[in-house]
Structure formats: C-alpha cells, structure tokens
C-alpha cells in the first residue's frame, strides 16, 4: 500500500440506497482514494437495483458475499424472505454482474478482501473484535485482511505482523435471524458506518466513521415491502 493513501472500506450495504449516497458522499469529503466493498451488498427488502447501480457507476471495488450468491445464482423454490424480495428487483445485468464478482481478492499487494475469512482461505479468529485496538500507536502490519460480516467496527493484531479490521454496515444497524446463519447484534444508533484506513510514514491508522443519512426513508421502504422489523432496526439501532 503506498505511502499517503486514503481508503474507505464498506460493507453490508443490504441494498440501503440512502445510507450508501450518504456514505459515498463523506467519502468525497475526505477525498478517498479509492472504496473497497466487501459484499452483502443487496440482499434485502429495500433498494438493490439502485444500490446495484451506484456501486457500479462510482466505480467501487467489490467482492461477492455470502447473500449475494442468493441473488446471483440460479432461482431456488425455497430461497429467504429477503432474498426473494431483492431477486424481484434485480434485473439479469445486475445478477449477471454479482456472479461475476469474486468471493475474494488482493489489492495494492497486502490488502485482502473478503465478506468470510474463509472466502480467502483464512482462518477467522472470534467473530467480533474490539470495537477499539488496545495501543493506539501506528502499526507497520505485513498483511491486511478486510472481512465484511457483522454491524461491529473491529481491529485486532495477530502475531506477525497482520491486522484485521471489520469495518461495520453501511446499510442494516441492527438484526435478528435476517437469513438462516445470522445472529442478533446491534450498534444502538441507525447510523450508517465504514471505516477509513490512511498510510503514512508510522504505519497505518485506522478510524471508524458514522455517518448521519435519512434512515427514516429507509425504514419506510421496508414497512412498504412487508418488513417492519427491518424498519425498526434502521430507525433505531435496535434488535
């Protein structure tokens, strides 16, 4: 990674069009070089084609997550609730373009991408971090490993010299069994967050941001497409 880079790292957009032009638009602020997402991208009763499209069109490097292979392969008979409804809304360019996408991928050398650590043949450690790294000095790490699953921002350092970091949803604050695999979890605020990652002559330094966005444009689509505890979950944080 070279020296003075500024990278914004999403995940778990769940077809949150809102939270994703506010999120897209911090970034700008910061003047970002470059936006890596880690999947779940889609999946959900909200606004996945439009979400599909910004993605595409802001030129954001993506890999494919666990949901998205509900959308991308072929129709199933017994597919979630959620997956269903989002499948509806896609059209064959878009599910075209998430088979496409791969479940995981290296950029600028070090950094490893992925929405499951498995997805890059990596043994994940606990599924969730502390929300803080204990020393707050800047680190050299030898390899980076971003992995998108769970709301929680995380960084933890492993012995010789790699780091992870989660970078917590853009799009879904808060749930409670969204799909077959999913446990409970929230943050307690309906912000949208990702993390920014910088380097520079220590090291790197990483930062959780959250982002204030019309959530309450979101949350009415779900009630509108028949999913109030999605509502609930994107007005307030809470499962």
Known sequence: MKRNMRIAVISEVFGNFWALESVLKDIRRRGVDRILNL??????????????????????????????????????????????????????ETRRWLRHLPSSRVFASQIVMCNRCRDAGIECPAPRVAARPRRKRRTRPRAVILCGRGPVFGKKAFPGGTIMIRPGSVGLPARRGINPYSSEAAMGSPHARYALIESGAGGLDVRPIEVEYPWDAAAAAALANGCPDWAVWLRTGRA
């Open 39 to 92: 999947g779940d991208s889609l999946y959900g009763p909200l606004a996945p084609l439009e979400t599909a499209w910004r993605l595409r069109t802001r030129d954001v490097l993506s890999v494919r997550g666990q949901l998205d292979r509900l959308l991308a392969g072929p129709t199933a008979p017994c597919l979630p609730l959620m997956a269903a409804i989002a499948r509806s809304r896609l059209d064959a």
